[in-house]
C-alpha cells in the first residue's frame, strides 16, 4: 500500500466513527483482522468489530471523537484521539450512571491489502471507569 491508500483508508475510518456508521467503519476491517481493546476485549474480524462499535455507542451515545493528525510509519498508523462524551447504557452488564467523562486514546492500527489487520487502542480504562462512577478512586492523604 502507498502513503496515499493509507491515507485514504485512515480518512474512511474517521468518518465511520464521527458519523457512527457501523457498517462502513466494520468493512475496513480484514476478515481476519485482531483488535486489542480493554473495553471491547479480544476481537476478531468485520463482525467482532461491529458488535463492539453497536454496544460502545448503545453506552455511550453521544460520544464525540476529536482526531489528531495520524502518525504513519510504513504500514502502521498511530491516532491519537480525545473522546468525551456521557455514559447513557449499559455495557458489559454495567447499568448507565448518566455522568459524564473524557479521555485519551491511541488507536494503534496496521493495514494490508487495504484493511485493517490489527487494531490495538491504548487508554486508561480504570480512568474511565472511575469518571462514570463505576469505580472509587482510592484518595491518598498527605
Known sequence: ?????????????????????????????????????PLGGNLSGPEGVRKAFDAFFAAFPDA??????????????????????THAGGFSGLPATGKPFRFALVFLLELRDGQ???DRRVYDFTGLLVQIGMLKAKVRDH
Open 64 to 85: 464525540v471523537f476529536t482526531f489528531e493528525s495520524p502518525c504513519i510509519d510504513g504500514d502502521r498508523v498511530a491516532v491519537p484521539v480525545s473522546i468525551a462524551g
Open 1 to 37: 500500500m502507498t502513503r496515499n491508500d493509507i491515507v485514504v483508508v485512515i480518512d474512511r475510518w474517521m468518518s465511520g466513527l464521527r458519523g457512527r456508521n457501523g457498517e462502513a467503519f466494520s468493512r475496513l476491517y480484514a476478515d481476519h483482522a485482531t483488535v486489542e481493546s
Open 116 to 118: 485493517i489487520v490489527r
